[in-house]
């Protein structure tokens, strides 16, 4: 099956600039998660989605940033207007869902640099 | 909050001996305990999972150990072969409420294994 793509791969943006990531999810997968890892620091989450809802966002830093799926299938991830602080890789993840809540794997995508100047 | 500490930050061992990582985690309602594997530039892979039903797990050289009690796990890597040079990230996740799922991630270990 293809594997949880990202795009763009990298992308350079200056303060104040906004910027849209892209998550396409591994298909059939409901849950789908967002996180970053900033300056070689531990991978943070930021958001879960199940389809379309979300079921977790505490980890969203601030106001700017919005994530959606609607639909349920794609994800966006939207910073505006971007800050330096939001310098990072952010990594989309997928997986299945399991009656009963037992957690398993997340299979993550390729992530995408992102650089505020 | 929920935290999960890990050391050494970097290991460097000699091609063919052993490497040990080792993680704490503060949830004890955490009952999912991946191990993730991040070459450079790639995205990070599952290696090894463990739940909290089961003390150990091994999957060829790579084992994983967990001690509930005291909320701790390891990685243990055996006859380390240049490809396992990586970035190793042990993670915890439970199932609680609208948090269930997500994983909280250490702050990773850089192994590099010398010739």
């Known amino acids: 099956e293809a594997g949880v793509t990202q795009f763009p791969s990298h992308s350079v943006i200056e303060k104040g600039q906004t910027v849209t990531l892209r998550c396409d999810p591994i298909s059939g997968h409901d849950n789908l998660y967002w996180y970053r890892r900033v300056m070689g620091k531990e991978i943070k989450f930021l958001l879960h989605f199940v389809k379309e809802s979300k079921q977790d966002e505490s980890g969203m830093p601030n106001n700017r940033f919005l994530a959606e799926r609607t639909g349920g299938t794609y994800s966006t991830l939207k910073v505006q207007p971007a800050e330096l602080e939001d310098s990072g890789v952010y990594f989309c993840?997928?997986?299945?869902?399991?009656?009963?809540?037992?957690?398993?794997?997340?299979?993550f995508g390729p992530g995408t640099r992102l650089t505020v100047l | 909050g929920e935290n999960v500490e890990q050391h050494p930050s970097t290991l460097s061992v000699q091609e063919g001996d052993s490497a040990v990582i080792k993680c704490t985690y503060s949830?004890?309602?955490?009952?999912?305990f991946p191990w993730y594997k991040q070459e450079l530039g790639k995205r990070p892979q599952l290696i090894i999972d463990?739940?909290?039903?089961?003390g150990e797990k091994k999957d060829q050289r790579i084992a994983v150990t967990l001690n509930k009690t005291a909320k701790h796990f390891s990685l243990h890597i055996t006859e380390t072969q240049p490809e396992d040079s990586a970035v190793y990230f042990c993670?915890?996740?439970?199932?609680?409420?609208?948090?269930?799922?997500?994983?909280?991630f250490g702050s990773g270990t850089r192994l590099s294994i010398r010739p």
């Open positions: 993670a915890a996740s439970s199932n609680r409420g609208s948090s269930a799922s997500k994983i909280i």
């Open positions: 993840a997928t997986r299945r869902y399991l009656r009963g809540g037992v957690d398993n794997e997340q299979f």
């Open positions: 463990i739940r909290s039903n089961v």
């Open positions: 949830d004890s309602a955490s009952n999912y």
